[in-house]
């Protein structure tokens, strides 16, 4: 695709960057038809090609509207797009890129203005998150249908092994995981205890910058890297050798923090090895004995829901499946796998009648097989399955947890 940028954004890095994304596009659609987004609306300009169209337009001085606005809101990033993409586009980085620069032009309506913002300041933090979780659950009586539906289910988390001097990885807690399924991080360290290795929380890391930085608080969300990485820091030099991260969406996060961090003079060379520290536990049970775990599935009736992030973002796709199998697990058919369930970080809150839409279409899916359980890799997939089917939804990890 030919561009000509206006001097104003060409000579910024983000604009040289946007610039390079664009000039690989040959705009051939392929991507609409795998785009969620798209296949609700039918609209061209709410699918990944019109959406670059859109950014190519204001990066070439073009002046955004609202319904420009409008457009980048809808979407999910949830990256389908480039698993489809034959040119090789960096859709998501462009589409933050866009959305950064159009937020800045285009005044948003109050009310659209203070959800975003109280999004920013309180889902990263645990404690504010949990505060405000813990009022939802007394209140949940009074409130609303769609509202108690948001309302977590409680989730015990366990015991924690103690470290027993063995082979050593970090865990990220996270902010929403560590609020709402704490069960999830206890249930990776029984895991990795049982097949030697210790799994530790490093207590000042926190949120992975992904829910401020995707809300174009960028700054916000940059410093909560920083944050991780200084907090994560000294344990990498002492000899941690990976950095497990439970929630596939905030996988995908620190696994960028190299790129995005990399004109950081003080952190671009740590950001870079935290980034290639970073693992999906896919990853690191992929490559164990698992038959420490015996087999814990006994035949049970599971559909597996491959979150975007996983599938796309960090490009694991097929992957846990295998391992379900082979510890007993009977995977059932899930159509439409490739297609987003609408959690997509705090898209729910932000977009919640396209969220619903896509939620309904996944739960279909993942229910034609008459599962016994739903599992998925994602906290805010999770959240948002189980808000709508009786079927009990858990993180993949739980099922391998039989102590």
Known sequence: MQTEIIPEFLQTPEGQEADTILRACVHCGFCTATCPTYQLLGDELDGPRGRIYQIKQVLEGRTPTRITQLHLDRCLTCRSCETTCPSGVRYARLADIGRDLVESRVKRPLGEKLLRRALVKLVPHPTRFGALVTSGKIAKPLLP????????????????????????????????????????????????????????????????GAAA?????????????????????????????????????????????????????????KAERIAALARDPVEVLAE??????????????????????????????????????????????????????????TYSLTQPALSKQLRDRKITALEAGAPELIATANVGCQLHLEAATPTPVVHWLELLDTA
């Open 145 to 208: 249908t769609t509202l108690k539906a948001k309302i977590p289910t409680p989730r015990p988390a366990g015991t924690w092994p103690a470290p027993a001097g063995k082979r050593r990885m970090l865990a990220l807690a996270g902010c929403v995981q560590s609020v709402t399924t704490p069960a999830t991080n206890a249930a990776a360290a029984r895991i990795l205890s049982r097949l030697g290795i210790d799994l530790l929380e490093a207590p000042e890391a926190g949120c992975c």
């Open 213 to 269: 930085y995707h809300l174009n608080a960028q700054a916000e969300g940059l410093e909560a890297m920083r944050r991780n990485i200084d907090a994560w820091w000294p344990h990498v030099q002492s000899g941690a050798e990976a950095i497990l991260i439970n929630a596939s969406g905030c996988g995908v996060m620190v696994k960028e923090y190299g790129e995005l961090l990399r004109r950081d003079p003080q952190y671009a060379d």
């Open 288 to 345: 164990m004995d698992l038959e420490p775990l015996g087999r814990p599935g006994l035949g049970r009736k599971v559909a597996f829901h491959t979150p975007c992030t996983l599938q796309h973002g960090q490009q694991l796709n097929g992957r846990v499946e295998p391992i379900l199998t082979r510890l007993g697990f009977i995977l059932t058919p899930v159509p439409e796998a490739h297609l987003c369930c609408g959690s997509a970080g």
